[in-house]
T-cell receptor, first 112, second 119 residues
Framework: SQQGEEDPQALSIQEGENATMNCSYK?????LQWYRQNSGRGLVHLIL?????REKHSGRLRVTLDTSKKSSSLLITASRAADTASYFC????????????FGSGTRLSIRP | GAVVSQHPSWVICKSGTSVKIECRSL??????MFWYRQFPKQSLMLMAT?????????EQGVEKDKFLINHASLTLSTLTVTSAHPEDSSFYIC???????????????FGPGTRLTVT
């Protein structure tokens, strides 16, 4: 089962531009995480935001969380070619016995 | 940071045979490990939750007799794909929760994945 949907499904931008990806989920959560996955590779953990937090920063990454709308966004500023990857949100739902469920993902392509 | 390893990283097997994938937490103990499957260009789908010393809990639609999970110790869980078929070809990823982070948010660490190809 999937907890969340992400949009857009695919995003192509010019290097240097900002990329914004959105995630919506269905049930109450303990926290939400964002991961990156390069093609055919494992997951890289980017950032975790707790349910009582509204915004978090890590380098060029900015994550927001709106629990009233059950949504989160990931902003990557000043994009680089190396940012080309798939990005997934993942939620740790309160009633799911600590399972982490992934969203559908956004495929980000950075054009040089 | 905590490390989770998987072995093998890739495997090719013939249809009808069984293949075992190992997931180890290298520098921490994990009572709970999770197994995910990912088809090309799709997201990770949770298959089952593996608890040390007890039976695994499978997600709806996942055949427990086909995907055997054993979690015999706090650092090792195995997934055995029995009587594999070409449609089982996928990327299998495990993850483990660190017992040490009492009170949460219980960060989960992911293995690098195992690519299974069934011919």
């Amino acid at each position: 089962s999937q907890q969340g949907e992400e949009d857009p499904q695919a995003l192509s931008i010019q290097e240097g531009e900002n990329a914004t990806m959105n995630c919506s989920y269905k049930t109450s959560i303990n926290n939400l995480q964002w991961y990156r996955q390069n093609s055919g590779r494992g997951l890289v953990h980017l950032i975790l935001i707790r349910s009582n937090e509204r915004e978090k920063h890590s380098g060029r990454l900015r994550v927001t969380l709106d629990t009233s709308k059950k949504s989160s966004s990931l902003l990557i500023t000043a994009s680089r070619a190396a940012d080309t990857a798939s990005y997934f949100c993942a939620t740790d739902a309160r009633r799911s016995a600590s399972k982490i469920i992934f969203g559908s993902g956004t495929r980000l392509s950075i054009r040089p | 940071g905590a490390v989770v390893s998987q072995h093998p990283s890739w495997v090719i097997c013939k249809s009808g045979t069984s293949v075992k994938i190992e997931c180890r937490s290298l520098d921490f103990q994990a009572t709970t490990m999770f197994w995910y499957r990912q088809f090309p260009k799709q997201s990770l789908m949770l298959m089952a939750t593996s608890n040390e010393g007890s039976k695994a809990t499978y997600e709806q639609g996942v055949e427990k007799d086909k995907f055997l999970i054993n979690h015999a110790s706090l650092t090792l869980s195995t997934l055995t794909v029995t009587s594999a078929h070409p449609e089982d070809s996928s990327f299998y990823i495990c993850s483990a929760r660190d017992l040490g982070l009492a009170g949460g948010p219980y960060e989960q660490y992911f293995g690098p994945g195992t690519r299974l190809t069934v011919t």
